[in-house]
């Protein structure tokens, strides 16, 4: 594809961000909302990608900035809000542990309602919206309003960890499935209920989501129901962004390391064969070295 067809497509001619917004702008533009006139109602659930703002596809920075409001999560890069226009709306929707936060309830009403008077509403969530973003609620919601949607993918934090770290997911005679899997249950406040023994003896990769709180039990069930102590983990910590963080060990002492260097949310865990020729960053593999 020629570069003026990508430039086409993006409906600019030119990728480059924008400087971030001040704090000042943030608030005035969260401050709009007035409605237009004859708006037609449209949600665009939307990928952000796992942090980095140039992971974000070409349709989703278009939706952004057609955007009349959009609604999103924590830990979207600035550089993405201040791609859409200076009238829209801005909504801080995100969940964030120990502050108060709006409900999902209350976000799926300020979608329909938004839609109603404003026109294109992005509901812009981090990774892909269909990987554990609570989704299929919000589509329900817009859905049962007589609103019309669409979803568009992202860069999920799975394959985003992979390619920070250098591997692949899948390798053909020791990994031909993935497995994408919660590690936390949906209040957030306890370890998923799932079928440990088949996760165990599964010939995969396996990715847990939301996999801090609950590390050591994750480890200690898989270990438990047969899984190798001695295979590879990975925990990484922010994935894409510039705050990452890659901590590795084996399923038997992978939370313990995590709980010493102090990992926090958002973080992804990866088990498997395929993580041996993972390239883990020199202070972190000289620690996994001297810890061995």
Same mark, same amino acid.
């Given at each position: ?118 026109? &294109? %509403? @992005?509901?812009?969530?981090? !990774? =892909?919206? $269909?990987?554990?973003? /609570?989704? #299929? ?107 990452? &963080? %890659? @901590?590795?060990?084996?399923? !038997? =002492?992978? $939370?313990?390391?995590? /709980?010493? #260097? ?31």
């Amino acid at each position: 594809m020629s570069p003026g067809a990508v430039a086409a497509i993006a409906g600019t001619a030119s990728l480059s961000f924008p400087a971030p917004l001040t704090k000042e702008d943030v608030l005035t533009r969260r401050a709009k909302g007035a409605s237009p006139v004859n708006v037609r109602a449209f949600v665009s659930f939307v990928g952000a990608g796992p942090g980095d703002p140039e992971l974000i596809t070409l349709k989703a920075l278009r939706r952004l900035r057609e955007a009349d409001v959009v609604v999103h999560d924590r830990l979207i890069p600035q550089a993405l809000l201040a791609e859409a226009p200076a009238e829209a709306e801005i909504v801080d929707a995100g969940k964030t542990p120990g502050r108060p936060c709006m409900g999902q309830s209350q976000i799926n009403w300020l979608l329909i309602d938004r839609a109603r008077r404003r026109g &294109r %509403v @992005v509901r812009l969530k981090g !990774g =892909d919206p $269909a990987v554990f973003g /609570r989704l #299929a609620e919000e589509i329900d919601a817009v859905r049962a309003a007589g609103i019309d949607f669409e979803i568009v993918p992202g860069v999920t934090a799975a394959t985003a960890a992979a390619a920070r770290t250098g591997i692949s997911l899948t390798t053909r005679g020791h990994a031909s499935m993935l497995v994408l899997a919660t590690g936390s249950d949906h209040t957030g406040r306890g370890v998923a209920a799932l079928d440990w023994a088949l996760l165990a003896r599964a010939e995969a990769t396996l990715v847990f989501y939301m996999p801090v709180q609950g590390l050591e039990a994750i480890t200690t069930a898989l270990t438990a129901m047969g899984r190798d102590e001695r295979e590879r983990a990975l925990v990484v910590e922010r994935a894409g962004t510039l705050d990452e &963080r %890659v @901590v590795a060990g084996r399923l !038997g =002492d992978i $939370a313990a390391r995590c /709980r010493e #260097a102090g990992v926090a949310s958002p973080a992804v865990l990866l088990v498997g064969a395929t993580l041996d020729v993972a390239s883990v960053p020199r202070a972190v593999r000289h620690m996994a070295a001297t810890q061995a």
